[in-house]
């Protein structure tokens, strides 16, 4: 996710300290091979590298609005699982129809959102590799696990256990045909949301691009100090690393914008936000939990949060 607090520089410098380390290890070499053999003569025009140098500016502010388009696209459809995983309960609290109330229909009403927390949490860490089943035993019933044992697609499966629970809900009398197309079309939004996720996780930036847009920027990191050497002199190596890494950091940091499911700090905040969906959920039914089960047991051997 994009954190609110700064960034430690050691973490920043660690995404380029390689090509850094080959960049300043060129850059002394060049210095010192140009002072040591008198080669100021062998210079190039300074025009060149700043022709090069703005088509390679041209390149990343394009790849960078692409990947932040990614990124917000994600972000966009996040904010629409928020949206209806709050409008599903509601629809439910609303519709369900039981004149005595009964036991199992609080005990049904409890069940559908403790599996729609799952489904937002399973989803997160479906989408970022990371094992969802190990949360099983929070949400979901022994029923319910037993269902999904085995299931490739975690939170599809989940969808399918909320489509099996309004149809029973309609045999019972507790919803009318009306009602259960509403929850029906719902459920459809999560499912559209949670296949936008899939295809942006599965649909991978042009790589011909990024070749392209390396291959340039290289070739400009090599051909700039013949065009700094005849009027900086000893300034040439401290100037060329950082004008090398204005740029690297900025072809990094939209190779990281371009995938938002890779638990990284520009990570679009899955956890956190099915954490405030668990609370909005929670709260809506709280007549019916106790105080033991409105905790939110989840802490994540290693995640990314809004400091």
């Known amino acids: 996710m994009l954190l609110k607090s700064n960034i430690p520089w050691t973490y920043v410098l660690g995404k380029i300290k390689y090509q850094l380390l080959v960049v300043s290890c060129y850059a002394t070499a060049f210095g010192l091979w140009h002072e040591s053999l008198n080669l100021h003569h062998i210079t190039i025009p300074l025009a060149i590298p700043s ?11 394009f790849r960078s609005n692409q990947a932040y388009d990614r990124w917000w696209e994600a972000r966009i459809i996040w904010g629409a699982i928020v949206n209806d995983s709050r409008t599903l309960l509601r629809q439910l609290r609303s519709f369900l129809n039981d004149p005595d109330y009964s036991a199992s ?6 069940r559908f959102a403790k599996r729609q927390i799952y ?5 997160g860490r479906s989408l970022r590799n990371q094992d969802p089943a190990i949360l099983t035993d929070n949400y979901l019933s022994k029923e319910d696990q037993k269902s999904i044992r085995g299931m490739k697609n975690i939170p599809n499966a989940v969808l399918m256990l909320h489509g099996h629970d309004l149809r029973r809900a309609m045999d019972e009398g507790w919803l009318n045909p009306f009602q259960q197309v509403e929850l029906d079309a719902t459920l459809t939004r999560l499912c559209d949301s949670m296949g936008k996720c899939e295809r942006i996780k599965k649909t991978v930036f042009p790589t011909t691009y990024s070749l392209y847009i390396s291959f340039a920027l ?3 990191i090599f051909i700039l100090p013949f065009g700094l050497t005849e009027y900086l002199g000893v300034v040439l190596v401290p100037l060329v690393i950082l004008i090398s890494a204005a740029f690297l950091f900025i072809e990094k940091m939209a190779t990281h914008l371009q995938d938002p499911f890779e638990n990284k700090p520009t990570d679009t905040p899955m956890t956190a936000i099915a954490a405030g969906i668990e609370q909005d959920l929670l ?5 019916h939990l106790s105080t033991e089960s409105r905790t939110i047991p989840m802490t994540p051997s290693k995640e990314y949060f809004i400091l």
């Open 51 to 61: 022709i090069i140098g703005t088509i390679i500016s041209l390149l990343l502010a």
């Open 105 to 110: 229909l609080s005990m049904f009403l409890e």
């Open 218 to 220: 290289y070739l400009f």
């Open 283 to 287: 709260d809506m039914i709280q007549e």
């Open 119 to 123: 489904f937002n949490y399973a989803l």
